[in-house]
């Protein structure tokens, strides 16, 4: 076989498998409607920010007051497909679930205008996660409104981290359990980008906290505003390495929940340890490492046992 064939089908291969990798065939969504009664919902957190979120209500009577809040991943929002597929199944099986927003949902999303007249910018790119919180503290407060006296948190790819430290900061006694799903466990302890970081703080302190910064060695393009940035670097750093990875002062210690759940989403999955009503678990299957954000990505065919109990 001649060497200008052979470099044509290695060529040919790498083509094929760079538009596989990419999803060039169209895929249809095949989320199919809710069985039991679904309602948008709205909350308003302390510092005067508006959330929606998606209630599922479940058909049957919940054994104890207890709901379960989704917290959405990077870029993400409440009605991503496969939170939706996720909420209806849950709430088939007996768990009331409410999928819902924060500040940083999205790539970018307009949050309010000050009294003064100023945007409040939220998202991936210009939200504050530090601040996030008052989301979640808002969205437990409406659960217990609506009669559930407990929750358990799910944060879902980089909502881990906001429900975690969460937890950890308000030792909130309604946090029945936590699950962090498809969370980053890994801690880089690369040190900052002494340039980019005097280039936000410059920015910040001018009053342009709003303004994009490209981080550098990415291997595509990536950019985050310099409030955003320095809210990132700024954060402490036991809440980055909250598994101990590099350091053993972490807080999953500290987050005093009956039970912590770690739910893998890419490929086969379980809940490992469950909340103190019920071990919940499951499985999904995905082509390759999407985090399942759309239905066609992932099968979720959830089981619930309770303690006791049988599968259902």
Request: hydrophobic share 35%.
């Amino acid at each position: 076989m001649s060497r200008r064939l052979i470099v044509g089908l290695v060529g040919i291969a790498l083509l094929l498998a760079i538009l596989f990798r990419l999803r060039i065939l169209p895929r249809p969504e095949n989320q199919k409607p809710g069985k039991f009664p679904e309602q948008l919902v709205y909350v308003r957190s302390a510092d005067d920010l508006v959330d929606a979120g998606v209630l599922f209500t479940s058909p049957r009577q919940p054994s104890q007051p207890l709901a379960i809040i989704w917290v959405h991943g990077w870029g993400a929002n409440f009605y991503t497909p496969s939170y939706v597929g996720i909420g209806r199944a849950l709430a088939e099986r007996g768990f009331p679930t409410i999928s819902v927003n924060t500040r940083m949902h999205d790539i970018g999303n307009m949050e309010k205008y000050t009294l003064l007249g100023k945007r409040v910018r939220g998202g991936g790119y210009w939200g504050v996660t530090s601040e996030d919180a008052r989301d979640i503290s808002a969205w437990i407060d409406y659960a217990e409104q609506l009669g559930y006296s407990r929750v358990i948190m799910v944060g879902h790819s980089a909502g881990w981290a906001s429900v975690a430290r969460y937890q950890a900061d308000s030792q909130d006694r309604r946090v029945a359990g936590l699950v962090f799903a498809s969370p980053g466990v890994g801690y880089s302890a690369e040190p900052d980008d002494p340039q980019l970081l005097a280039q936000a703080r410059k920015l910040v302190d001018d009053g342009a906290g709003d303004d994009l910064l490209r981080l550098p060695h990415r291997s595509f393009l990536s950019f985050v505003s310099a409030a955003t940035y320095l809210d990132s670097i700024n954060t402490p750093r036991e809440y980055k390495d909250f598994f101990w990875h590099k350091d053993s002062r972490c807080c999953h210690h500290e987050s005093h929940v009956p039970g912590t759940g770690f739910l893998r989403i890419e490929g086969r999955y379980r809940w490992r340890k469950g909340p103190r009503s019920a071990d919940v678990f499951g499985s999904a299957a995905t082509p390759w490492p999407s985090h399942c954000r759309y239905s066609h990505d992932c099968k979720w065919q959830p089981r619930v046992r309770r303690r006791g109990g049988a599968s259902g």
